[in-house]
């Protein structure tokens, strides 16, 4: 799954799960460009700030990528989050931003890409990060998990407007140890026996499905959400039996 020579765009790709697909990509030999609104703690010499909701932002940061590297293979749309709130409470702002974020941002930002890679001879890629939030049930993230089921369908009409020249994929995360991992689940050991396989993703896990999903391998892949989520979560009536 070597990406020599390809040039690949991680949006928030400075921390957590977007700076794990970062480091996946250089190690198959891409050139890799990260963009989030602040710099990163450790320098980045692929880092290019943007707000990647504003839409002069984003074309300017694409304009630049072709500017400075002639081309763009790969789009990853990791840029997303929303704190916890309920739903009763949070104010319609609140909801407003968390599905911009989560939803309208990455539509914006694959829309630039498109329009590049649809020139380019041998097209491109776009994968969407999006998560199981969007497939069940998530209270006190209610809006996020909306914003992240309207990825998944959005994956899948993208890939049908835009092929045959660019494939679009997402990955639907499970919970994954950052660093910003206590701000969810205060208890990782106990989140982590929820999961079939025993324990949480680390974000290298997330970076390995988006290379697969970009890499030749994954040619005749497209329209997909691949579930990355360790098998899911154990089932309830099971623990409530003693199960587990």
């Known amino acids: 799954m070597e990406l020599t020579n390809r040039v690949v765009l991680v ?29 990163p703690e450790q320098p980045d010499p692929g880092f290019v700030a943007c707000d990647v909701r504003e839409p002069e932002q984003v074309a300017a940061l694409v304009d630049g990528i072709v500017d400075r590297h002639g081309r763009l293979d790969v789009l990853v749309n990791n840029a997303g ?15 407003a931003k968390v599905v911009e974020l989560n939803l309208l941002a990455p539509l914006l930002v694959s829309q630039a890409a498109n329009r590049v890679m649809q020139g380019q001879p041998d097209g491109g890629v776009i994968v969407m990060v999006s998560s199981v939030s969007g497939q069940r049930p998530s209270p006190g993230t209610a ?3 909306a914003a992240k089921a309207g990825l998944d369908s959005l994956t899948g009409s993208l890939a049908v407007e835009w092929a045959p020249k660019v494939r679009v994929n997402a990955l639907a995360v499970g919970p994954v140890r950052t660093e910003l991992s206590d701000m969810h689940f205060p208890d990782l050991a106990a989140v982590a026996k929820t999961v079939p396989l025993g324990r949480l993703a680390e974000p290298a896990d997330v970076g390995n499905c988006a290379l697969f999903l970009a890499s030749p391998l994954a040619s005749y892949v497209s329209g997909a959400t691949l579930l990355v989520h360790g098998g899911g979560e154990w089932p309830a009536f099971l623990t409530a039996q003693g199960d587990r």
């Open 143 to 145: 809006g996020y998990g």
């Open 11 to 39: 949006t928030g790709g400075t921390r957590g799960v977007g700076a794990g697909i970062a480091r996946v990509f250089r190690a198959a030999g891409a050139t890799v460009l990260t963009c989030a609104r602040r710099p």
């Open 81 to 95: 989050g929303a704190p916890n709130a309920p739903a009763a409470e949070a104010s319609p702002r609140f909801h």
